[in-house]
């Protein structure tokens, strides 16, 4: 089964960009399809966008084209999701999920709360 | 963007009922579908793949179904630890993309 760990919570300023990690153990990194999707205050689930380790491309929700960047390190099985220019808007849980190959379904990281004030 | 409709939004049901909750897709979505629990501060939990696949450990009393665009989620008997926000999820085409969420209350 596979686990994932992210790092802690974050505040930031708008206007400025947040790196969130997850790292991943338990299962086959490189070919796992890690995705990231946030959950703003008492709202639903947004996927934000993806990657394959193994073939290191990533694809994105038109919404985050160009304002987030998804990379995986397969050395450390550890993805990475940056979000650039930070509004209040983007306070929210960001969660990562990691998918086996072999599955149609996710596994989830505990989230991390991305809390943007000045 | 494949669209995903969930109904009812929210369920008010007691222990015991049987519940369902239908998801449906804006195109054809095949069998790419997922089901998932969220409780309040917690991360999802996936139920169930493959739209009919009950993912291990889930207990036998939630089950799937469904192919193409309509979909459901039943649970024959509710428990109290099933009071939660469920979500349906397609792969199918990308983006990836959610339903609303279907919040099961207690009647």
């Known amino acids: 089964q596979v686990q994932l760990v992210q790092s802690g919570a974050e505040v930031k300023k708008p206007g400025s960009s947040v790196k969130v990690s997850c790292k991943s153990s338990g299962g086959t990194f490189r070919s796992q399809t890690i995705s990231w999707v946030r959950q703003a205050p008492g709202q639903g689930l947004e996927w934000m966008g993806r990657?394959?380790?193994?073939?290191?491309?990533?694809n994105y929700t038109p919404k985050f084209q160009g304002r987030v960047t998804i990379t995986a390190d397969k050395s450390t099985s550890t993805a990475y999701m940056e979000m650039r220019s930070l509004t209040s808007d983007d306070t929210a849980v960001y969660y990562c999920a990691a998918r086996p190959s072999n599955s149609r379904g996710d596994s989830w990281g505990q989230g991390t709360l991305v809390t943007v004030s000045s | 963007d494949v669209q995903l409709t969930q109904s009812p939004s929210p369920l008010s049901a007691s222990v015991g009922d049987k519940v369902t909750i239908t998801c449906r897709a804006s195109?054809?979505?095949?069998?790419?579908l997922a089901w998932y629990q969220q409780k309040p501060g917690m991360a999802p939990k996936l139920l169930i793949s493959g739209a009919s696949s009950l993912d291990s450990g889930v207990a036998p009393r939630f089950s799937g179904s469904g192919s193409g665009t309509d979909f459901t989620l039943i649970i024959t008997s509710l428990q109290p630890e099933d009071f939660a926000t469920y979500y349906c999820?397609?792969?199918?085409?990308?983006?990836?993309?959610f339903g609303q969420g279907t919040k099961v209350e207690i009647k």
């Open positions: 999820q397609q792969s199918y085409s990308s983006p990836w993309t």
């Open positions: 990657i394959i380790p193994v073939l290191d491309i990533a």
């Open positions: 195109q054809n979505i095949n069998d790419y």
